[in-house]
């Protein structure tokens, strides 16, 4: 049988029907001097030490595969690792991808990188990395997500790179993206677009999954799980945690996706971002995936608590991989999510991103009905920082209120 | 030559359908109708607002494909469908294809359908099988070597994207316009449209030493906007 480790290489980008290059001319000489780039990087002995090298000694790697004892204990169950990509620099696993592609960019001389961000994780690590070697920077960020992340907004800001807010369409992730590859084809010979996730055009889903399968490499060298549980915006978490045991066929896989307030829909709008449950295959954005969509094809409006979920197309090597039945896709509601991050914060202390809290939810609901001996490690992608305005207005703490004057005061002032 | 631009259902379907008769009677060459997309990753601000307006319009494919068979009864101009390709692929690129091709439609031009894509989507092939040109595209920076794959595929006219970036008006045509035309005549002996950023009477005839078809796009639709009346005989006067 074809290794499916090995599948992310395949040529022509596609992903059994997914994946592939569906771009504007002016894009395809762009994307094959990129891909030519890649293959001879990670050919390059001094390309791979030197990234070994920004892991270890910039963002902390590996990270660690935390035993839960408190919370494995509390549900009585399977085993509970988490496996803390939060504790990288910057606090995702988003600069897995962004120190090689940094380093990718360095090598063909670009000297401008722009990219798309939904919580602002990737657009946290692209202007750290930005910074580090002397790249300009700009960052893509829908209005809606400016707003509700403002805190990774002003860390953007301040590593120097510039963050423009994206009014079209429904102000999150899918138009950032869409705002990018018009400036990359306004800017095609000066500029490298650091694509966030395993989405888009080739070969950028198999180049994010190549730098990001560093976290299922350092799982293995740890331990031998029974489960492998992801949340799937892109899916760049996922496929790093799954890559490497895409062979080993005892380990099953569970992707899952924001269930948002439920799997309910109008002919534009969907509460949820869930593109297994009502989505269809189609074309938007440089490559062929799942998408919410209209009977014509036209991609629906997305909702979830979690800006990095919030997308209606998904990684086509997810999407092959679901239609082959090797992972299993499931979803998690807005309100399993926060008690999820609740339960997480008072049992273990550790606050997870909203994000990350789809795949905890889905733990919790998997691990009571397995045995005791069996062993669930789940990808705790980003750390919860960047989501204090959005929790604590979920959990009632007014950090601002008005006063009797009706002038905006922080909850400090007012002590 | 003039090829001129709608969004079909922008501002309206009537309006729409009287801004294109009234091209027509100007003497164009071609017409594109653009069937709305919500992702419309090649097109700049003004196009992109058009789309989005005629979706909330609630424009459906089957309505423009009427649309077009409607304005191929009234007048003789040739009709190109511009799109993206989520837009046929959803509707059956098959049945998408021999509908057009009822409608009497010339052509297709579906920017994010490349050649390399033919052995998973056989667009070219459902093309040529329903008698449709399949308009390829070609940009300042595609190379000899992909020239010449186009070129073998490539039928009706090439459109050539004048300069980086979307659609829209740009103040300048590309200074290299002449050299860039010449590189791709050397490969494509079929003629050669220009688009993207043409936007006054000065580029149209600057643009027509150069190339066979001069495209006007976004202008059209902006000089609709700007017009508090006379809004069709503005675009008729520009075209004239």
Do not use: W
């Amino acid at each position: 049988m074809k290794s499916l480790k090995k599948y992310m290489f395949n040529k022509t980008g596609h992903f059994g029907q997914y994946g592939g290059r569906y771009i504007p001319e002016l894009l395809i000489p762009i994307m094959e001097e990129l891909e030519t780039t890649f293959y001879e990087a990670i050919k390059d002995s001094s390309f791979k030490t030197e990234l070994n090298n920004l892991y270890k000694n910039y963002s902390g790697r590996p990270t660690p595969l935390y035993f839960c004892e408190n919370l494995t204990k509390k549900l009585g169950g399977a085993k509970i690792f988490l496996k803390n990509e939060g504790l990288n620099h910057t606090g995702a696993h988003k600069i897995n991808h962004c120190l090689g592609q940094a380093l990718i960019a360095k090598r063909v001389g670009k000297k401008r990188v722009i990219a798309e961000t939904g919580a602002g994780q990737h657009g946290l690590a692209t202007a750290t990395v930005c910074a580090k070697f002397g790249l300009d920077c700009v960052i893509y960020m829908g209005t809606k997500d400016y707003k509700r992340q403002l805190p990774n907004v002003f860390y953007m800001e301040r590593l120097g790179a510039k963050v423009v807010p994206v009014k079209d369409g429904g102000q999150i992730l899918r138009d950032a993206i869409n705002a990018a590859l018009k400036d990359l084809i306004s800017n095609p010979k000066d500029t490298h677009y650091l694509l966030g996730t395993v989405c888009g055009p080739h070969p950028y889903p198999a180049m994010n999954a190549y730098f990001q399968s560093i976290i299922g490499k350092e799982v293995r060298k740890e331990i031998k799980p029974d489960y492998l549980i992801a949340c799937v915006g892109g899916g760049s978490n996922a496929m790093g945690l799954f890559c490497d045991f895409l062979d080993d066929k005892d380990v099953k896989m569970i992707g899952v996706e924001a269930g948002g307030k439920g799997i309910y829909e109008t002919e534009t709008k969907c509460d949820h971002a869930a593109r297994f449950q009502t989505g269809k295959p189609g074309v938007a954005e440089g490559f062929k995936s799942y998408f919410l969509q209209n009977k014509d094809g036209q991609l629906k409006e997305t909702s979830s608590i979690s800006a990095g979920l919030d997308y209606s197309g998904v990684g086509p090597q997810i999407a092959y991989l679901k239609d082959i039945g090797r992972i299993n896709m499931t979803y998690s509601l807005d309100k399993d999510v926060l008690s999820a991050y609740e339960m997480l914060a008072k049992t273990e202390g550790i606050f997870a991103a909203l994000e990350s809290c789809h795949a905890l939810a889905e733990t919790m609901k998997l691990a009571p009905k397995l045995d005791k001996d069996k062993i669930i490690v789940f990808n705790c992608s980003g750390r919860g920082d960047k989501d204090l305005f959005i929790v604590s207005e979920k959990f009632n703490f007014n950090i601002y209120e008005n006063d009797t004057c009706g002038r905006r005061i922080s909850r400090h002032d007012r002590m | 030559m003039k090829m001129t631009h709608v969004v079909a259902g922008y501002p309206g379907m009537i309006e729409c359908e009287k801004i294109i008769l009234a091209m027509a009677e100007t003497g164009v060459s071609f017409i594109e109708i653009q069937i709305p997309f919500s992702d419309p990753i090649a097109d700049g601000p003004t196009i992109m607002e058009a789309n989005k307006r005629a979706l909330l319009n609630g424009v459906t494919t089957e309505d423009c494909l009427k649309l077009i068979k409607r304005i191929t009864k009234k007048i003789k101009t040739p009709i190109l469908i511009m799109t993206y390709f989520n837009i046929p692929f959803r509707y059956g690129l098959e049945k998408f294809c021999k509908k057009a091709r009822e409608a009497d439609v010339y052509g297709l031009i579906i920017p994010d359908i490349p050649i390399n894509e033919e052995k998973h989507e056989h667009y070219l092939e459902n093309c040529k099988k329903h008698g449709l040109h399949a308009i390829q595209i070609i940009s300042p920076i595609t190379p000899p070597t992909r020239l010449k794959k186009i070129a073998k595929v490539a039928t009706g006219f090439v459109y050539c994207v004048s300069t980086f970036g979307t659609t829209g008006e740009k103040n300048k045509l590309n200074p290299k316009l002449n050299s860039y035309l010449k590189k791709i005549r050397r490969y494509i002996k079929i003629p050669l449209a220009l688009g993207f950023g043409i936007s006054n009477k000065q580029q149209i005839s600057t643009a027509s030493k150069h190339a066979d078809i001069v495209v006007i796009g976004s202008k059209i639709i902006n000089l609709y906007n700007s017009c508090a009346n006379g809004k069709i005989s503005a675009i008729k006067n520009f075209l004239l």
